[in-house]
């Protein structure tokens, strides 16, 4: 039985192939990269369960590092397979930064943005366990209608998921673990979907940042320092973080302790026992979330300046706008949030919902919660 339900699958993903496109299949013992290699735009290549150590690529970004496998075309489908309950894992032999690499080679984050032959477009991966990378587990630089689905990304060092300078995509039902920057990070990217994924053990759930028409919906995020980040941060390609959704996310007992690698990092200030932060930000709408049982606050909205404690003479110097502006925060449950904060956050912010009152427009409604900072938030019209 379990035979023709295989069979049966496989016929409907060929079914779905776009005429001439050919499918490349790895068996354990053989090379992901190689098949990889071999495809052209619209193929798929398919990997059986087994564990795999790659020998290696440079990275496309970065020629001096060292990658599992790497795609630089478009339209490559990669998938793994599971057969009895076990699945693909793509494993660090030791000295690899990243495990699947998607970029152009010499794509460069300043102009890729605005030129469409440093970009690829269309790539789908799926059914990978990735772990223990120095780097990312699995990352994209300037890819368009992607799809990352159904992968675990475990213990690698800094991020799990990593689309930067991304156009259309999704990431959903995936699981990312043990990362000690962020589990799924969008980083300058516009009109992505993240849902339906789960975050934990990593210093950052779930991260958005200086991103636009992002919708963060049907996450889990537990067990991590800080839940869901949405942040602007200075001196980026991208310098803001504008219109973007965080909805209808479970955010428990983010309590970790912060366990970054480079203190020069954003994250490193991210205090332990955060639920959802939005820092700079610009018109965010947080709704509809569960953010229960974190130590230092639920739902927190703050001035970059003030929340990374930057000098004022500093703080004018950036190339953002560091207030928060035109937030709104409604029909969220923040309960049993701030009963034992981190000591770096003002004893004030401990609170269910809070804001340092910077910015204009930002505002709060209907929320179910018990305490708050200041003790009148602004209510939305």
Not at 336 to 344: K, R, Y
Not at 347 to 373: E, H, I, P, R
Request: glycine share 10%; net charge negative.
């Amino acid at each position: 039985m379990r035979r023709v339900v295989t069979t049966t699958v496989l016929a409907l993903v060929l079914t779905a192939l776009p005429a001439g496109a050919k499918v490349f299949t790895v068996n354990p013992g053989g090379s992901i990269q190689a098949a990889v290699s071999l495809a052209s735009p619209g193929d798929l290549v398919r990997v059986e369960p087994g564990t795999y150590h790659e020998p290696g690529t440079p990275c496309p970004q970065n020629a001096s590092a060292t990658c599992a496998v790497v795609i630089t075309k478009s339209n490559i489908r990669l998938r793994g397979l599971t057969q009895h309950g076990a699945g693909v894992v793509l494993e660090n032999p030791g000295g690899q930064d990243q495990g699947i690499a998607v970029a152009k080679p010499g794509a460069d984050g300043g102009t890729c943005l605005g030129d469409d032959s440093q970009r690829i477009r269309g790539l789908d991966v799926s059914g990978f366990t990735v772990k223990g990378f120095k780097g990312e587990g699995i990352f994209l630089f300037c890819v368009d209608d992607y799809r990352i689905t159904a992968n675990t990304a475990a213990d690698n060092a800094e991020y799990g998921i990593f689309p930067s300078h991304c156009g259309r995509g999704r990431v959903s039902h995936n699981v990312a673990t043990g990362s000690n920057d962020t589990g799924i990070y969008i980083g300058q990217s516009h009109d992505v979907r993240i849902d339906r994924n789960t975050a934990m053990g990593n210093v950052s759930g779930f991260e958005i940042e200086n991103s636009s028409n992002v919708r963060l919906d049907h996450n889990i995020a537990t067990g991590n320092t800080g839940g869901i980040l949405s942040f602007t941060l200075p001196f980026l390609d991208v310098n803001s973080n504008h219109d973007n959704l965080i909805d209808r996310n479970t955010v428990n007992a983010n309590n970790k302790a912060n366990t970054c690698l480079n203190p020069s990092d954003a994250v490193c200030a991210v205090p332990q026992g955060t639920g959802i932060l939005l820092v700079a930000t610009d018109r965010n709408t947080v709704t509809r979330n569960t953010t229960t049982n974190n130590n230092t606050f639920g739902v927190a909205v703050s001035n970059f300046c003030l929340g990374t404690g930057l000098d004022p003479i500093i703080c004018a110097l950036l190339d953002i706008e560091p207030n928060p502006d035109d937030n709104r925060i409604d029909n969220n449950v923040a309960t049993g949030n701030g009963s034992s904060p981190d000591p770096l956050v003002p004893a004030v912010f401990a609170v269910d919902l809070a804001w340092d009152t910077t910015g204009v427009a930002n505002c709060w409604k209907d929320n179910t919660n018990a305490t708050q900072f200041p003790p009148l938030l602004p209510t939305c019209p």
